[in-house]
């Protein structure tokens, strides 16, 4: 009998569930809804970065550059806003999300192309994306006040009591559930990852699908990289430093498998948010916030885990035989 409500993502969301009452019972303020806004607007770069990330670990790789990809892309936008503070912000988004793209597709093509492993290149390139950050700023910040009023107010925009930059996670939710399970390249994205040698067979290009996987993962850095930079209204060489990191974690503790071919959307979301809780959750409770890497790697140990003893057998199945003629 199929199983409608997966288990692992079920665990996952009681444990955040277990998580805010145990904060609520120090400090009752915490899930109030509007503060459980401030922490899913908090929440929101890493919900979309964890999403990009969870096709490319799906496709059996990984993107290690999604932070300096973020920096760099922030950096360039911030520097245009400086030097042409009347182009339209749909502009921006435009430039932003093309040049993450464009930074995910070198990332693409030397995985497929040079059949360098995808741990290699990506670590390259993000020693390469912070190099060109110092180089074209020369090391210098560029603060709120030289940004553009409607540069910095648009993430900050409220929409049906919400952020723009909640908005934009939400959205990105609700295209890649249906990216993944209703069209080809989520097939195939899931197929590859699964069965790469099989996925040959059924006339799925492997290499390509995994640059398409890096491009995707590249255009979202670069969204997130305006959005962070005119959140926060400033922009510097280690911007989102060792941000990386806790997008793997996130994917990991939702259920995606390094091995490739097995997790959800769901569970990449409720693993960045339940990385976003515990970072919002141990200041308000007077918890040293150096807790918070021993929790989030107890999470990532116990997670990796629960994949190696059930994360085989359940696996989705994607490719399936075709049914005999009656």
Known sequence: MARFIP???????????????????????????????????????????????????????IDLSV??????????????????????????????????ALMGAINGILVWKLAIPPIVVTL?????????????????????????????AFP??????????????IVTVIVFALM?????LGRSIFAVGGNPHAAVYTGIDVGR????????SGALAGLTGYLWVARYAVAYVDIAGGFELEVV?????????????IGSVGGAVLGAIFLGVVKNALPVINISPFWQLAISGSAILIAVAFNARAGRSKG?????????SS
């Open 124 to 152: 390259g390139t993000m020693t390469i994306f912070r190099g060109i950050i110092f180089l074209i700023s020369d090391g210098k910040w560029v603060n709120s006040h030289e940004m553009s009023p409607a540069f910095t």
């Open 180 to 184: 993944m399970a209703r069209t080809p």
């Open 67 to 100: 932070a300096a990809n973020l920096a760099l892309t922030g950096m360039v936008v911030a520097m245009i806003n400086v030097a042409m503070p009347d182009l339209p912000i749909p502009v921006i988004l435009a430039i932003a999300v093309t040049l993450g």
């Open 7 to 61: 288990v692992r993502e079920t665990i996952l969301a009681g444990a955040i569930g277990l998580l805010l009452v145990l904060v609520a019972s120090r400090f009752p303020g915490f899930v109030a809804p509007g503060n459980l806004a401030n922490v899913l607007n908090d929440t929101a770069p890493l919900i979309i970065l964890a999403l990009g990330q969870m096709v490319v670990i799906l496709t059996r790789c």
């Open 316 to 324: 989705r199945i994607i490719l399936k035989s075709a049914e005999a």
């Open 156 to 169: 900050r925009a409220v929409i049906l009591g919400l952020p723009v930059l909640s908005w934009a996670a």
């Open 249 to 261: 974690a996130a994917c990991v503790i939702g259920g995606i498998s390094i091995a490739g071919g």
């Open 209 to 216: 699908t995994q640059f398409l996987a890096f491009v995707i």
